[in-house]
């Protein structure tokens, strides 16, 4: 099993094999900590699509978040999604 920075930097390393700018690296780097140790409260290898989608629900039903911050969020935690179950394109 990998430990959350292992798998922090294997997503670090798919953000840049995309070509994403800088910018966004971070952002996503950023949501999928704040995903992992404030949402999570486990590994994340052991996260699954659940665990995503009660997150997205709950910012956008408790904290009113908006549609475009909750598509961003959406975004990062899909790559970070990936990057766990080995289906990272």
Not at 42 to 56: F, G, N, T
């Amino acid at each position: 099993m990998q430990t959350n920075e292992q798998i922090l930097s294997k997503l670090a390393e798919h953000l840049k094999s995309r070509d994403l700018l800088l910018s966004t690296q971070k952002q996503y780097l950023w949501i999928s900590r704040v995903f992992i140790e404030n949402w999570l409260n486990r590994d994340a290898s052991e996260m699954d699509e659940e665990d995503v989608k009660d997150y997205l629900v709950h910012l956008k039903d408790d904290l009113k978040y908006s549609d475009s911050t909750i598509n961003l969020r959406n975004t990062a935690l899909r790559h970070l999604l990936g990057i766990v179950t080995g289906n990272n394109s």
